[in-house]
């Protein structure tokens, strides 16, 4: 269960990390470390290196993303950086600049 | 995903259990931590440390209710709230600090009229004649109680009355402080 959540007016320059679902509507720069899954609302901005299982954009990322299960940019995000994970979805209308490694190869 | 009703800007904002920042964290809606924050906390609302949360940090909101643990200084424009589950080490300044009975905290308590006060008070009467030396070494153990009691939460310092009464201690001692002034003058 999500029951963090950083508002939408909310300044966050530091560091977060946590074993629980974070959503995020505000502003965190720094680094996100989480076990669970990071949601970054559309109000949400986070420049950040980001390290968790899953993560769900609607809003701006900055930052590289490494993820152990999914990533998911839906459309009218915006994202700069790289991509790690094993499952990598980018819908129709989502904007994003930066490598995607999806570990092919790897003999997944 | 439960993602708070938005009313305005009365959003709130929470840090679950598991999660620790550490850094800054700025803002202008209510903040309920249940989890860790050590670093930095400004809001221009009110901060809600349940009691699982533990906040190592200097605090500057409007309000602050606290039912866990804070380590650090809190300043306050309106309100601090320590509950019974409340634990707290350092000094708060606000006009309004409630302390109820079972609340742990040491530090200093500073509600800024009670100063005002004494400074009216003390001002054009114990100056004239012998003021020199008394007032200057008062002023000195002052100055020494309050950098004391900034750099490591009051060590020095006898043991506390129980919670419910520390309070209004600060004005109490700043009476005492200045009869005895007075008396001294006068011999």
């Known amino acids: 269960m999500a029951n963090t959540v950083i508002g939408s007016s909310i300044v966050i320059d ?3 990390s946590g074993d629980e679902d974070l959503v995020i509507q505000g502003t965190v720069k720094g680094k996100i470390s989480l076990k669970e899954s990071l949601i970054v609302a559309g109000s949400g901005v986070v420049e950040a290196d980001i390290d968790t299982q899953n993560v769900e954009v609607a809003g701006k990322v ?19 950086g790289d991509i790690k994970a094993p499952r ?3 819908a129709d209308g989502a904007s994003f600049k930066g490598n995607v490694d999806m570990d092919v190869g790897k003999g997944r | 995903m439960a993602i708070q009703s938005r009313e305005g800007a009365g959003v709130a904002t929470e840090i679950g259990e598991s999660i620790l920042i550490s850094g800054s964290l700025e803002g202008d809606e209510d903040l ?10 400004r809001l221009t609302r009110t901060l809600i440390v349940e009691a699982s949360g533990v906040v190592k940090a200097d ?10 643990v804070v380590v650090g200084n809190v300043t306050a424009t309106d309100s601090v709230q320590i509950t019974a589950d409340g634990r707290m080490v350092g000094d708060i300044a606000a006009p309004r600090v409630i302390i109820v009975d079972g609340a742990s905290f040491r530090g200093r308590v500073d509600m800024g009229d009670v100063d005002a006060a004494r400074h009216d008070g003390a001002g054009a009467k114990s100056l004239p004649r012998p003021a020199g030396k008394a007032s200057s070494s008062a002023a000195r153990s002052t100055q020494l109680a309050r950098s004391s009691a900034r750099e490591s939460g009051r060590p020095a310092s006898p ?7 520390s309070a209004p201690l600060p004005p109490l001692m700043a009476g005492a402080k200045k009869r005895v002034i007075l008396k001294k003058g006068k011999r």
């Open chain 2, 59 to 68: 605090v500057a909101v409007k309000d602050a209710v606290i039912s866990g």
């Open chain 1, 88 to 90: 990598i979805l980018i």
């Open chain 2, 32 to 41: 309920t931590v249940r989890g860790r924050v050590e670093g930095n906390v």
């Open chain 1, 62 to 80: 900055t930052g590289n993303i490494n993820a152990s299960d999914r990533v998911e940019l839906k459309s009218d995000c915006r994202m700069v």
């Open chain 2, 159 to 165: 043991p506390r009355p129980p919670a419910g009464s």
């Open chain 1, 14 to 16: 530091g560091e977060i």
